[in-house]
């Protein structure tokens, strides 16, 4: 099915893309290597935003950038990440979309960093936690010693007190991904929705604990969906 239009969020390691066609909108998550070349040659971009600098080989139409004042998320700082702001305007729609009045939240996104951005019961900004994610963590760890490697994210082990080194590595980390968020919600008692790429492996640990998340994949980019047809294309396209 040919696409007619396309969303694209440049992240800090992966390439997110919203690609609509005649039966609704369908997401993929790129490596940078695989995205590039696409980008180059693809004629249905409509928008596009980006976390951080674009690869000096990649030229985008600054007309279709959508940047942190596109996205009505009252009170955010200007420092905010657009990833962020993206995946609380997701949230906040789902909310209205499921009948949830009650907008007091927390929204974690598990990417390269695990971001956590409080909102109020107004729909404001109220603050965050910011840290490093999963394989962030495990390449500081193999930089930053003499002994340890990163091993990858894979497989967890299920033990929680693995003997090897690379078990060892990867359930830890996991675990202070899982503790951040129980803490955080704990502290609050707000819903805690949750996205991004280490999601599927955080999801069994704060059942486990009792911590019930809700768990939307592509929250971020269907705020971004829903940020263009407002401000680009118009609420009704």
């Not at 690609?19 to 290597?33: D, T, V």
């Not at 695989?34 to 409509?46: F, I, K, M, Y």
């Not at 394989?135 to 340890?148: C, D, F, K, P, V």
Request: proline letters at 6%; glycine letters at 10%.
């Amino acid at each position: 099915m040919k696409t007619t239009r396309t969303c694209l969020l440049i992240g800090n390691t992966r390439w997110h893309f919203a690609e609509q066609n005649a039966h609704g909108w369908r997401f993929s998550h790129l490596l940078p290597s695989e995205a590039n070349s696409w980008a180059l040659r693809n004629d249905s971009l409509v928008a596009w935003a980006s976390v951080g600098r674009l690869p000096d080989s990649l030229f985008l139409d600054p007309h279709l950038r959508l940047d942190l004042q596109d996205v009505p998320f009252n009170a955010a700082p200007s420092w905010l990440g657009i990833d962020r702001a993206f995946g609380v305007w997701g949230a906040l729609l789902r909310s209205v979309r499921d009948g949830i009045a009650e907008q007091e939240m927390l929204v974690a996104d598990a990417g390269t960093v695990l971001s956590i951005t409080r909102v109020n019961s107004r729909g404001e900004f109220a603050g965050g936690q910011l840290v490093p994610g999963l394989r962030l963590q495990l390449s500081a760890m193999g930089n930053g010693t003499e002994n340890l490697h990163d091993p990858g994210i894979e497989p967890i082990p299920l033990d929680l007190f693995p003997s090897g080194t690379a078990e060892a590595m990867r359930r830890g980390c996991l675990q202070s991904l899982i503790g951040t968020l129980i803490e955080a919600q704990r502290e609050v008692d707000l819903p805690l929705w949750l996205c991004g790429g280490d999601a599927p492996a955080l999801l069994e640990g704060l059942s486990e604990r009792g911590v019930k998340a809700i768990h939307c994949p592509n929250l971020v980019l269907e705020g971004m969906v829903d940020i263009y047809a407002r401000i680009k294309r118009g609420p009704d396209q």
